[in-house]
Antibody
Framework: EVQLLESGGGLVQPGGSLRLSCAAS????????MSWVRQAPGKGLEWVST????????SYADSVQGRFTISRDNSKNTLFLQMDSLRAEDTAVYFC????????????WGRGTLVTVSS | QSALTQPASVSGSPGQSITISCTGT?????????VSWYQQHPGKAPKLMIY???SRPSGVSNRFSGSKSGNTASLTISGLQAEDEADYYC??????????FGGGTKLTVL
């Protein structure tokens, strides 16, 4: 069974840091381009960041560029998102999602982890 | 990259058909046939319903169909059923090598 399981969310003060993890199983992780997509409370989906299958190529939304870092450990089938200099507007459910290389849609999704940035 | 534009809400009675529009620009929908649609029930993860404008993943009902014209994509749901009530999001790959989502449309089955 294909599964993505996020962890690491929680309450953090503005300016603080948090590291999210996403454990993958049931598919060949290294052949999947992996991304983070977030959803603020009551709002729509927002693409955050993407890492290629090897992890060498990454991209970020302008809203998180320079503050967030995406990485992956293919030996452990795990995706990460290091979030620094957090702001109130980063409060959201963060979904881990993936697409097969050569395709352009997200076909595997985790259930999400909630990040709350508040003093 | 601005979000794609979707109507905030649509509604229909069981058995009817509805269409949700998704308007982008020449930098996303207008350039690529990489439009996908996702269904999200409250508190759940998004589920892929349509990819590459009009293709359906295995297991998705053929009541769901997609199309595109210029910078606008559309999702049509025919034979509405109660379980179709959910939020729907469009998405497109962009010239910036990123993805953009629509603001979401709440479908109410009357």
């Amino acid at each position: 069974e294909v599964q993505l399981l996020e962890s690491g969310g929680g309450l953090v003060q503005p300016g603080g840091s948090l590291r999210l993890s996403c454990a993958a199983s049931g598919f060949t992780f290294s052949s999947y381009v992996m991304s983070w997509v977030r959803q603020a409370p009551g709002k729509g989906l927002e693409w955050v960041s993407t890492a290629s299958g090897s992890g060498y190529t990454t991209s970020y939304a302008d809203s998180v560029q320079g503050r967030f870092t995406i990485s992956r450990d293919n030996s452990k089938n795990t995706l990460f998102l290091q979030m620094d200099s957090l702001r109130a507007e980063d409060t959201a459910v963060y979904f881990c999602t993936g697409k097969a290389d050569g395709y352009w849609f997200f076909d595997v999704w985790g259930r999400g982890t909630l990040v709350t940035v508040s003093s | 990259q601005s979000a794609l534009t979707q109507p905030a809400s649509v509604s229909g009675s069981p058995g009817q058909s509805i269409t949700i529009s998704c308007t982008g620009t020449s930098s996303d929908i207008g350039t690529y046939n990489y439009v996908s649609w996702y269904q999200q029930h409250p508190g759940k993860a998004p589920k892929l319903m349509i990819y590459d404008v009009s293709s359906r993943p295995s297991g998705v009902s053929n009541r769901f169909s997609g199309s595109k014209s210029g910078n606008t994509a559309s999702l049509t749901i025919s034979g509405l059923q109660a379980e179709d009530e959910a939020d729907y999001y469009c998405s497109s790959y962009t010239r910036s090598s990123s993805w953009v989502f629509g603001g979401g449309t709440k479908l109410t089955v009357l």
